[in-house]
Nanobody, 118 residues
Framework: QVQLVESGGGSVQAGDSLRLSCAPSGRTFSSAVMGWFRQAPGKEREFVSLITWSGGATVYADSVKGRFTISRDSAQNTVYLQMNSLKPEDTAVYYC???????????WGQGTQVTVSS
């Protein structure tokens, strides 16, 4: 019943921007840490970014630093990933995730496709 739902993916040109959103669907849900991962065709899942719910501390993969920004809206219980200056290598399925109270990435969304063409 409780599930993470991503939205905002699409097909864009290199240099364009997209904003991904992630929110629980159904039963109310909370997690201390939420984040984004991505998986390109034929590649392993890759960490992109995370944010702590309480203080808003953020972590970014080196590949997206300076281009992507993660944020959260406590009132709407929503996490965002603002992606600027997109590159073809950003093409992937992007997954929202949330940690359990044990610190494992336990809850996942179904993913949203981001395609960046040159």
């Amino acid at each position: 019943q409780v599930q993470l739902v991503e939205s905002g993916g699409g097909s864009v040109q290199a240099g364009d921007s997209l904003r991904l959103s992630c929110a629980p669907s159904g039963r109310t849900f909370s997690s201390a840490v939420m984040g984004w991962f991505r998986q390109a065709p034929g590649k392993e899942r890759e960490f992109v970014s995370l944010i702590t719910w309480s203080g808003g501390a953020t972590v970014y993969a080196d590949s997206v630093k300076g281009r992507f920004t993660i944020s959260r809206d406590s009132a709407q219980n929503t996490v965002y990933l603002q992606m600027n200056s997109l590159k073809p290598e950003d093409t992937a399925v992007y997954y929202c995730a949330a940690q359990s109270n044990r610190g494992t990435w336990y809850y996942w969304g179904q993913g949203t496709q981001v395609t960046v063409s040159s």
